[in-house]
């Protein structure tokens, strides 16, 4: 996407400013936001500011956008009407402390840094309107699933404001409370290393099997698109999916005979449990 300055500066009479966004941290899935936003026209490149501490990266956004970039965290976070914090992990508490005071109380603060809890932003920035969200990596093309709560703080009204900006990396479910949020991270956020493990292992296994690399990739690839995209489809369950082509006696059955003695239900049901379990850490120690 390349920015029309002319275009967009006809627009500016009709632009909103109080509905305006300002990333926290413009790495990879702040643009994945900001890329998302602008594509749907959710909000135009000027409600959007960033902030980061690299020139080049800044220049980069602003000329790829046409998105006000600045270097000071709270010069961002002082224009927007939501504050979207996207740094890593351990930059959350330098970044907190520096936007100490800058945010006010019609703003909502919306985080998708993981591990950092609710109550960790509202005691640091002392502000009551706070939403946390959990994306993955598909998000980065749009094909994410986000879960995301918030605080009783945020109206009805900021909540759709706050899904229309998650749509940009996706799909969104709402849950009731950050227990749900360390589940979607073990579940959905974490998912796609279980897909990546299983895709390279099949991939091994076809090559294993005497295919050259590249074939054993596409098919792959095209089978795990295809069975997920049936999947969903014909709303059946995985197991009515399976039983449907497992004949007696059949490959299907003698794969699935194997696959249980391997235990890999259980293999994916304790690596969901320990991701789980990981989070509920990490934002404790957070
Ligand atoms: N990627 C995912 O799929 C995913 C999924 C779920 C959640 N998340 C969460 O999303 C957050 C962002 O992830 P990401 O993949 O976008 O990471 P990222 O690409 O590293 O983005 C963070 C950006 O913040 C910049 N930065 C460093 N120090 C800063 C500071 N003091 N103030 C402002 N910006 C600063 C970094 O610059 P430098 O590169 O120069 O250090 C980097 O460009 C993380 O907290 C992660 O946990 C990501």
């Known amino acids: ?26 790495g990879v899935m702040a643009e994945a936001i900001i890329a998302g936003l602008l594509r749907k026209g959710t909000v135009s490149n000027q409600q959007i500011i960033g902030s980061h501490p690299r020139a080049a990266r800044r220049e980069e956004l602003s000329n790829k956008y046409g998105i006000r970039m600045v270097e000071s965290n709270r010069e961002a976070a002082s224009s927007g009407s939501m504050i979207i914090l996207c740094v890593k992990p351990q930059r959350t508490n ?7 005071g800058a945010v006010n109380r019609q703003q909502i603060v919306a985080s998708i840094i993981a591990g950092t ?15 946390r969200a959990m994306p993955n990596t598909p998000a980065q093309i749009g094909q994410g699933i986000t879960a995301w709560t918030a605080t009783a703080e945020v109206s009805e009204a900021e909540q759709d404001e706050v899904r229309a900006m998650l749509e940009a990396l996706g799909k969104t479910v709402r849950v009731e409370n950050e227990r749900q949020i360390d589940m979607a991270t073990a579940l959905s956020a974490t998912g796609p290393t279980y897909v990546f493990m299983v895709m390279e292992a099949l991939i091994d296994a ?28 014909s709303r059946k369950h995985p197991a009515e999916l399976r039983n449907m082509v497992t004949s007696p006696g059949g490959t ?18 304790k690596a969901v449990w320990a991701a789980f379990q990981k989070s509920e850490a990490l934002g404790r120690n957070g």
């Open 252 to 269: 299907s059955a003698e794969a699935i005979y194997q696959m249980e003695k391997g235990g890999l239900r259980t293999v994916l049901s």
């Open 94 to 100: 330098k970044v907190l402390h520096e936007l100490k």
């Open 206 to 233: 076809g090559v294993h099997l005497g295919f050259s690399r590249h074939v054993a990739q596409e098919l792959v690839w095209e089978m795990m698109l295809g069975s997920v995209s049936f999947a969903k489809e």
């Open 1 to 26: 996407m390349h920015f029309q300055e002319g275009k967009h500066r006809d627009l500016e009479s009709e632009i909103d400013m109080s509905k305006c966004y300002s990333f926290i941290g413009t």
């Open 117 to 131: 809890r609710i109550e960790t932003i509202r005691r640091e920035l002392d502000h009551p309107a706070i939403v």
